[in-house]
T-cell receptor
Framework: GAGVSQSPRYKVAKRGQDVALRCDPISGHVSLFWYQQALGQGPEFLTYFQNEAQLDKSGLPSDRFFAERPEGSVSTLKIQRTQQEDSAVYLC????????????FGDGTRLSIL | AQSVTQPDIHITVSEGASLELRCNYSYGATPYLFWYVQSPGQGLQLLLKYFSGDTLVQGIKGFEAEFKRSQSSFNLRKPSVHWSDAAEYFCAVGKAAGNKLTFGGGTRVLVKP
């Protein structure tokens, strides 16, 4: 596809359930980022991949959050034992390593924890 | 640590009037600066970026921004707003083009007819 694709667009889960959010980056983009955007706030960095290597996970709020990108393309953000404070929009972005290329964002997954 | 401040949470402008959104950053080296726009239920769309060179940068949709190192600012401007410019605007800073971004809290722009 032409842009970053995220699925599902909306996810409702009960507190304590596990969820998985998917990101398909732009073809050929080696860098992939996950951000969390709480209601009424700016996005906050969660984690970064270069190809399949997770080079920075300093923004993950707890060990309940886990991200992977096993083949250097599609990435999955998993949240275990969800809590209400996990409710947010989760944004994925990708960028090309070559040149001064900025990040391109997907439309996000809105996660609501009941 | 890098940080971004957008002092105005909301701005209301009349259609056809000019618009300026403020952004101040804190960063120890030469920053990579970005403005993104977000419409409801959508992701972030890049309006413009500053990496180096000319401090006045042009972007899409008629927007421009000026980098002022002495003031640590990167304000966004548009001479004449359209109703379709109503959205939330985010300023962001990074160490490099493909590096993680630190965002400001955003400014919501409302356009009056």
């Amino acid at each position: 596809g032409a842009g970053v694709s995220q699925s599902p667009r909306y996810k409702v889960a009960k507190r304590g359930q596990d969820v998985a959010l998917r990101c398909d980056p732009i073809s050929g983009h080696v860098s992939l980022f996950w951000y969390q955007q709480a209601l009424g706030q700016g996005p906050e960095f969660l984690t970064y991949f270069q190809n399949e290597a997770q080079l920075d996970k300093s923004g993950l709020p707890s060990d309940r959050f886990f991200a992977e990108r096993p083949e250097g393309s599609v990435s999955t953000l998993k949240i275990q034992r969800t809590q209400q404070e996990d409710s947010a929009v989760y944004l994925c972005a990708s960028s090309s390593e070559t040149g001064k290329k900025p990040q391109h964002f997907g439309d996000g997954t809105r996660l609501s924890i009941l | 640590a890098q940080s971004v401040t957008q002092p105005d949470i909301h701005i209301t402008v009349s259609e056809g009037a000019s618009l300026e959104l403020r952004c101040n950053y804190s960063y120890g080296a030469t920053p990579y600066l970005f403005w993104y726009v977000q419409s409801p239920g959508q992701g972030l769309q890049l309006l413009l970026k500053y990496f180096s060179g000319d401090t006045l940068v042009q972007g899409i949709k008629g927007f421009e921004a000026e980098f002022k190192r002495s003031q640590s600012s990167f304000n966004l401007r548009k001479p004449s707003v359209h109703w379709s410019d109503a959205a939330e605007y985010f300023c962001a800073v990074g160490k490099a083009a493909g590096n993680k971004l630190t965002f400001g809290g955003g400014t919501r722009v409302l356009v009056k007819p």
